[in-house]
């Protein structure tokens, strides 16, 4: 799943074509867009309402997915060309001086650049920086739900000393963020690929609730009872797990005990043909 | 290759910052103030990292030498470790970096001047005294020899200060320093093993058994002291077998003129360190057998680790004189 964050309508727009997002009526508060893995919000202008859409779709969630993010948007940059799509490097809160560094551990088909994030619009541009005004809000919320390497902010240069950004209409914006569509999904799919990854490493092994509907466990327990049904599956043991069992153990307590006395002694090889 | 290198604003103009980035002209450098900011910040994934590290390139401002842990030695009344580099080339599921640090990245300390003027005064200090210097407890001493310049730089330090000994532990094959230098009879190279099974298993990225066999033949040939660390021993059933081989597949291949040493150790990870590495790679085998909390720390069952420990000794006594035996294992 991968959560996108815009600040204007015309930079959602060709987003919501390509990837045939449905509006979504449950969501009042922002415009929201969605398909089976992705969730568009559509912010407004500023860091604070970048953030409070970030924590507004970070709420709406199922807690126990790992989603990627992505602000994605137009900036200004001193000398790089309009058009010119620059993943976020660094990022800079300007009123704070506050600094984050997203985790790029995916292969990117752009250049990466500094981003300066400012209140007001500035007509002087920073050396060696793309300047917005949403993406220090954006990741600053989203940070406190995800780890850096899936949260990105991506930019579209819409303005330079040669092109103010009193030139800027909803058209041009849309335009050059069409443009740029191989670009995003270049940075989009390997996102949902590792956010995928994650899911899979930390969803909770399918017997997990057979488990909870046999016994009474409490969330401390549940904790204990999912590590240990992980451990099971680690040791590729040719039976799965089954409450039926356990099931002369007729406390939650009994029953992991004697969940974690078999596994303590099942042999570990590492030697292929022997653990297959 | 890597994509982003971040660096100390405080050490971009230093003459090594420059010679590593020039090895890596197609990477973006990004400048930060403190190479934490990057490194220690809440909110990584180790293990995403690990399959594309950023480097780091940053100013270690003090503790350049530090006391090495209780049971981390060979002999010497005194033992310390220096850290030039944070984090491993290589991905072993054992190793307790993974659950140490929370991001991947690569850290290279390019202030080598500053460890080293620390080693002269730590051997300087007690000049009657034997002390030894242990390279490779937060890194492979020299998997990243081709990037670091590592062995170059520091063996001369070295060869000055007769009462100090170096250890480079590592399990690479990046040899080719050690073997145009001349070797000083005050530093060991020593490899680390798990038998193959094990290695193949668990050592990814690692050089195969025998090729880092071939490593040491070249270094011993070339006239290099020789160690071995089988630290951690690791437990699989039949485990005898395995060790025994491989203790077999190397002291019939090596001269024993040229080892200095041979040390046994047992897995121990501290408690929270474990639990992250086991959040990291829950499906991973290693971490589904049983273990033991003691003191803090997380081990085998402490009759294992006797059986392991007292199978390896003898194995190896019957290819080792006793005196060449260390047991890496912290006092009780």
Redesign the interface.
């Known amino acids: 799943m991968i959560n996108i964050v815009t600040a204007l309508q015309c930079e959602a727009r060709p987003l919501i074509e390509h990837y045939k997002l449905r509006g979504n009526a449950r969501h009042s508060a922002f415009r929201c867009y969605q398909n089976d893995e992705m969730q568009l919000i559509v912010s407004g202008i500023g860091k604070l309402a970048a953030a409070t859409a970030t924590t507004y779709l970070a709420a709406s969630e199922s807690g126990t997915t790992s989603s990627a993010w992505l602000n994605l948007g137009i900036a200004g940059h001193a000398d790089k060309a309009i058009g010119k799509p620059l993943l976020a490097?660094?990022l800079i809160d300007s009123a704070s001086e506050q600094?984050w560094?997203p985790?790029?551990?995916?292969?990117?088909t752009c250049?990466?650049e500094?981003l300066i994030t400012v209140d007001k619009p500035e007509q002087a541009y920073r050396k060696e920086m793309m300047v917005d005004m949403e993406a220090s809000g954006f990741y600053a919320s989203a940070?406190r739900f995800?780890?850096?390497?899936?949260i990105h902010s991506l930019k579209v240069i819409s303005d330079n000393q040669l092109y103010s950004s009193e030139q800027i209409t909803e058209k041009s914006t849309s335009a050059i963020i069409h443009d740029n569509i191989a670009t995003i999904d270049s940075i989009i799919n390997p996102l949902l690929e590792?956010s995928s990854q994650?899911n899979t490493?930390e969803q909770a092994s399918p017997e997990m609730y057979d488990f909870i509907a046999h016994w009474h466990f409490t969330t401390y327990q549940q904790n204990e009872l999912r590590?240990l049904l992980?451990?099971?599956?680690?040791?590729?043991l040719t039976n799965k797990p089954s409450p039926h069992d356990f099931a002369n153990h007729t406390t939650s307590k009994a029953a992991l005990i004697a969940i974690k006395s078999f596994?303590?002694e099942?042999?570990?090889?590492?030697?292929?043909e022997?653990?297959q | 290759m890597h994509r982003l290198i971040y660096i100390e604003e405080d050490v971009a103009d230093h003459p090594r910052t420059k010679a590593i980035c020039e090895r890596f002209p197609k990477a973006t450098k990004v400048y930060c103030k403190y190479y934490g900011e990057v490194f220690n910040r809440k909110g990584q994934n180790f293990r995403l990292q690990k399959q594309q590290p950023a480097l780091i390139l940053a100013r270690k401002h003090k503790k350049h030498v530090l006391n090495a842990p209780d049971g981390y030695g060979i002999g010497g009344r005194r033992n310390y470790y220096f850290s030039h580099m944070l984090n491993c080339v290589y991905d072993c599921r054992y190793c307790f970096l993974q659950g140490m640090y929370r991001s991947a990245n690569y850290v290279i300390f390019v202030n080598y001047e500053d460890f080293q003027q620390s080693i002269i005064e730590a051997a300087q200090q007690y000049p009657d005294d034997e002390s030894w210097f242990f390279s490779g407890y937060d890194c492979d001493s020299l998997a990243y020899e081709p990037v670091t310049d590592f062995t170059n730089q520091f063996l001369p330090t070295f060869a000055q200060l007769p009462n100090a000994h170096l250890e480079l532990r590592t399990k690479s094959l990046q040899i080719r320093t050690l073997l145009k230098s001349e070797p000083i009879n005050n530093c060991v190279v020593a490899y680390s093993f798990t038998p193959e099974e094990i290695s193949k298993a668990l050592e990814h990225g690692v050089p195969s058994v025998e090729k880092r066999i071939e490593a040491m033949i070249k270094l011993q040939q070339h006239g290099w002291r020789l160690g071995l660390r089988f630290d951690p021993m690791i437990y699989q059933e039949g485990f005898e077998e395995g060790y025994k081989n491989l203790f077999e597949q190397i002291f019939s291949r090596l001269s024993p003129d040229s080892i200095h040493s041979v040390s046994l150790g047992t897995l121990r990870t501290p408690k929270v360190f474990h639990q992250n590495m086991v959040n990291l790679y829950p499906e991973e085998k290693l971490f589904a057998g049983r273990f033991d909390e003691s003191r803090g720390m997380i081990t085998y069952q402490k009759e294992l680790e006797e059986q392991m420990t007292n199978f390896c000794y003898d194995q190896l006594m019957q290819h080792i004189p006793q005196s060449l035996f260390f047991a890496c294992t912290p006092p009780e």
Do not use: Y
């Open positions: 490097h660094k600094q560094f985790g790029i551990v995916m292969p990117i250049d990466s500094t940070s995800q780890s850096c390497e899936l590792i994650l490493i590590h992980r451990r099971w599956h680690a040791l590729s596994l303590d099942q042999p570990i090889s590492f030697n292929k022997e653990a």
